[in-house]
């Protein structure tokens, strides 16, 4: 059996779990650091999105804090870049 290339097995782990990779949610994740700066990307995940609502999950209340005060910059960047989300608020919530 021949092997599969790296790229191949993380194609096959989507489609598994039912991940679109042409999704907005989907893009919203590869662009996350762009989106939040770079010395959040590792402590502050994406959670979930439902009506308008993004939910973020940190892993210190320090990272929360600082999500918090870049809250009006992130928002302007997600609505810049992905208004088909309809992205409206965010909310943080400690522990990843």
């Known amino acids: 059996m021949k092997e599969k290339t790296t ?13 679109d990779r042409s999704s907005p949610l989907s893009r919203v994740h ?13 402590n502050a ?10 939910v973020i999950k940190v892993t210190h209340s320090t990272y929360a804090s600082m999500v918090m005060m870049r809250r ?20 943080v919530r400690s522990g990843i």
Do not use: C, M, S, Y
């Open 72 to 91: 009006k910059v992130i928002l302007a960047r997600l609505k810049e870049r992905f208004p088909e989300l309809k992205i409206t608020q965010i909310q």
């Open 7 to 19: 790229q191949e097995v993380l194609e096959l782990l989507l489609q598994r779990l039912n991940i």
């Open 45 to 54: 995940k994406i959670h979930d999105l439902k009506r308008g609502v993004l």
């Open 30 to 42: 590869r662009l996350w650091g762009d989106i939040v700066g770079e010395d959040l990307v590792l």
